[in-house]
């Protein structure tokens, strides 16, 4: 089954008993059971339940794995991965993440004995250099959270599996449309289902796979011990939002790859990140494990003063936190999505407090470049 057939039909898609072509919200937290100690399919809905069950089946499908998992956050996702490793462990974190994943991992998972250092993945010496004997997983996002930055996943995993490392890669900006990290070697993908997967900013989720039988076991067993699952109304909704996902997809990116090559045009651009730009320093890997470039990008003005005025400036990108849905949003990482960064970590790493990144819509392409050439001139004037 093709990826955009798989979307529709992929994992359990209708359901059973009814043979409703949409699976049912089962909104219900326990079942009644045929003795004692004796469940039918399920017990309690943390533990399992029908409509979080159709999703999980379709995350795994889709991106190749063996089993999925929903959480009520992509947070609450990369927590219960995290919690597979026990003190003492270190893990090496791409030093380009969503701030809420350094924040989880310093303020929280150090605490209970976790390591880790943040490394330039595309810098191999660097990564060699930092394996130590208790590393025990490289966790990363391509494309990076705010930068764009590209990692080679095969030659990453490549690595980690000569080390006995898991692989961790978060796939929300790619999405399994345009990239399949499990194909590539990785061990486990993560997402946050709030963005593209959802789709249209009305829902909070996350999503888990592996197509190792014996990390899904781990996995499981923390969603169900730790209990952060996705509720029942709102696994419908993600798997009704990747119903379209394909059609999506391919709008946000053919939108904005013609909004970075105006912006790369603009005199009032220093520089844009994008890596479908053949001058990104991400575009040929990017070439050769996407099957598209995606809809985020972020850039930074030449007059750095002018941040504010140019994103309050705009009608149609509404300056909000989130990404992924069909409208377009603007906002500034520095003050708002990673501001839970130090500053001195952000900067060692380029996010300045100029950058600017996008969440490119679906809307019509003339309305989002007319909008954006307003308020370069509005802030020229
Ligand atoms: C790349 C990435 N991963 C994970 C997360 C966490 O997801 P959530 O907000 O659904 O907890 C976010 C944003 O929040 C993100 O941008
Ligand atoms: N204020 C929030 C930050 C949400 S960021 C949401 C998303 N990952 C993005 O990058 O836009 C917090 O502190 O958690």
């Known amino acids: 089954m093709k990826i955009r057939t798989k979307m529709i039909h992929g994992g359990i898609s209708e359901d059973a008993t009814s043979g409703a072509v949409s699976v049912p919200i089962y909104q219900v937290s326990t079942y009644k059971q045929e003795g004692v100690g004796q469940p039918k399919a399920y017990e309690y809905s943390r533990s399992g339940n029908p409509t979080r069950h159709a999703l999980e089946s379709l995350i795994a499908d889709l991106e190749g794995g063996v089993r999925g998992f929903a959480f009520g956050s992509g947070l609450a996702g990369i927590h219960a991965v995290l919690s597979i490793f026990k003190a003492g462990d270190h893990i090496i974190m791409g030093n380009d993440v969503y701030g809420g994943t350094f924040r989880l991992m ?12 943040l490394v330039d993945l595309t810098d191999f010496s660097a990564l060699n250099k930092a394996i130590k004997p208790t590393t025990t997983a490289l966790y990363f996002e391509t494309p990076s959270n705010p930068l764009m930055k590209i990692l080679d ?3 990453l995993t490549e690595v980690a599996q000569e080390n006995n490392l898991i692989t961790i890669v978060d796939n929300t900006f790619a999405t399994p449309y345009f990239q399949r990290p499990l194909s590539l070697g990785a061990d486990i993908v993560l997402h946050s ?3 593209y997967l959802g789709g249209h900013s009305d829902v909070v989720s996350g999503l888990v796979t592996t197509n190792d039988t014996n990390l899904a076991e781990r996995i499981g067993f923390m969603q169900n011990s730790i209990g ?5 109304q709102d696994s419908w909704l993600v798997q009704r939002g990747i119903k379209t996902l394909a059609l999506r997809m391919e709008a946000h990116a053919t939108n904005a790859q013609k909004i970075a090559e105006f912006l790369e045009k603009s005199p009032q651009v220093s520089k ?32 750095e003063s002018k941040v504010k005025y140019f994103v309050e400036s705009l009608k149609y990108f509404t300056l909000a936190e989130s990404l992924g849905g069909v409208e377009s949003l603007i906002e500034v990482p520095a003050v708002m999505t990673h501001a ?3 500053k001195h970590l952000r900067e060692a790493v380029g ?31």
């Open 106 to 117: 310093d303020k929280v998972m150090q605490n209970f004995g976790l390591e880790y250092d």
């Open 153 to 155: 996943i095969r030659q």
């Open 193 to 195: 289902g709030t963005k």
């Open 228 to 232: 952060g699952v996705l509720g029942p």
């Open 272 to 303: 844009v990140y994008y890596p479908g730009l053949s001058t990104d320093s991400g575009y040929e890997i990017a070439s050769k494990q996407m099957s598209g470039f995606g809809g985020m990008l972020s850039f930074e003005l030449q007059d």
């Open 340 to 342: 839970s960064i130090p």
């Open 351 to 381: 996010i300045k407090d100029g950058l600017i990144r996008l969440s490119v819509g679906i809307e019509d392409i003339h309305d989002l470049l007319e909008d954006l050439q307003t308020a370069f001139e509005i802030i020229r004037n």
